[in-house]
């Protein structure tokens, strides 16, 4: 989503006569957009703010901008921490952005920011299409940063969508902390299956991903709608956090591991080919030896193609911060981290393995030390080699050595193919 938000901030920029530069150091204007899901992204942010001061102390006239979940309610204590800093503007708070803008004498344009400008449409774009969340995990902070779900109306999303197509786009990511949400505060409600079905009609997107999911609202609808629309990829995350029913009751899931276990043997019985990529968290406050095998249970049993785990870190505000003591020690989370990447090491090796001998269709991202690269439809990171330029393109690549992380390949052809690996 941060990622998303800069680009459009960028191009819009680029609208009034702004360039990238090189190096903070040759900026005209510094934005920063910042991330502070974990204590260790807020320590980063800290670091980079004073950094910037001494930038700043050398050229005082440099505007710099603070954006992102790192700017809270209380902006005006932010300002009086760091005075250096021109602006705190919430993720999203475009328009005050613009008056700044407005006040400082730069000429705005009319264009809609939202509307990413497309000059520098890439093959594959995020798209966000919900912002906030109403969920209150715990030990979650993006509720009190990001504020409740705003959905975009549908069809800005396809206006968007159809804009960057013709720009040379050809698969997009939905975006959203919930992207299940998707329409519910909207006057039609539409849901994700009909923006998927409006979407599909766009003729030139080859390839349509969504995230991420929550397990308690992701609709049976959905997964059928997977299943009838080709250019919606079998790739899905859903994150369940942790494999005990008390954990997850502690953090406000709103499902059971039973719950959870349904939904995934659901999705497997209608998209057999599926990928699943899933978020955990170790250590959250009382978690035991036992219930963190649990969770390496799960892992064990369901087998994910990827897994992003993260250890508990109290993030000031959240209920999880007032409610429970960050009890289980650093280096146990770092125990129960390392156990679960060196599980998932070799769950991923073994499915991966699977692949070899087998055509993907991979939509070329760039070049990286001499190979082309792009990702597959089920998201696994493809590299091969070719003489001409295939940026942008749908290859088909068959398999030939894979690793946990990436394949690596031959063209088979260059043409765009509905087959799934
Ligand atoms: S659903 Fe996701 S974004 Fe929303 S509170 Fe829970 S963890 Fe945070």
Redesign the pocket.
């Known amino acids: 989503m941060n990622k998303a938000e800069s680009q459009r901030i960028a191009a819009y920029l680029e609208l009034l006569g702004y360039q990238l530069a090189p190096a903070p150091q040759n900026a005209d204007l510094i934005i920063l957009n910042t991330c502070v899901v974990r204590q260790s992204a807020e320590d980063k942010v800290l670091g980079t703010i004073s950094y910037l001061k001494g930038i700043k102390n050398g050229n005082p006239h440099l505007p710099i901008l603070v954006t992102g979940c790192f700017v809270n309610s209380k902006v005006e204590q932010l300002e009086r921490r760091f005075p250096h800093i021109d602006l705190f503007f919430k993720p999203g708070d475009y328009p005050e952005l613009l008056n700044w803008a407005q006040k400082r004498g730069i000429a705005v344009s009319k264009t809609d920011i939202n509307l990413p400008l497309t000059k520098h449409a890439t093959p594959d774009a995020f798209v966000p299409i919900i912002q906030g ?1 109403n ?3 715990s030990y ?1 902070i ?2 009190y940063r990001r504020g409740r779900e705003k959905s975009r109306p549908l069809m800005n999303i396809v206006h968007e969508v159809s804009r960057l197509v013709k720009c040379g786009t050809k698969e997009v990511t939905l975006l959203g ?2 992207v299940n949400s998707y329409g519910h505060d909207l006057p039609s409600q539409p849901d994700l299956s009909d923006l998927l079905a409006e979407l599909y009609n766009i003729d030139g997107l080859a390839r349509i991903r969504f995230l ?1 999911n ?1 397990p308690k609202d992701m609709s049976q609808k959905l997964i059928k709608t997977i299943v009838s629309l080709d250019k919606v990829c079998e790739h899905i995350s859903l994150p369940f956090q942790a494999g005990d029913n008390d954990i997850l009751r502690a953090m406000r899931r709103g499902y059971t591991i039973e719950q959870y276990w349904q939904l995934v043997s659901t999705i497997r019985n209608y998209i057999p080919e599926v990928a699943l990529s899933t978020d955990a968290i170790v250590g959250f406050p009382g978690e035991t030896d036992g219930q963190f095998e649990q969770t390496l249970a799960l892992l064990s049993e369901i087998r994910f193609d990827t897994v992003h785990v993260a250890a508990y870190s109290p993030r000031p505000g959240t209920i999880a911060s007032r409610k429970y003591q960050d009890n289980v020690p650093p280096e146990i989370k770092k125990e129960r981290l390392n156990k679960i990447e060196a599980l998932q090491a070799k769950i991923a090796a073994e499915i991966n393995s699977r692949l070899r001998g087998r055509i993907v269709e991979v939509l070329v991202e760039g070049k990286k030390r001499g190979k082309w690269y792009g990702r597959a439809r089920s998201n696994k990171l493809v590299f091969f080699e070719n003489d001409d330029d295939c940026s942008g393109q749908l290859i088909n690549v068959t398999i030939n050595t894979t690793s946990p992380w990436a394949l690596q390949g031959e063209i088979k052809s260059k043409r765009l193919s509905k087959n799934k690996e």
């Open positions: 969340c969920n209150f995990c979650c993006v509720p902390q919930n991420t929550h």
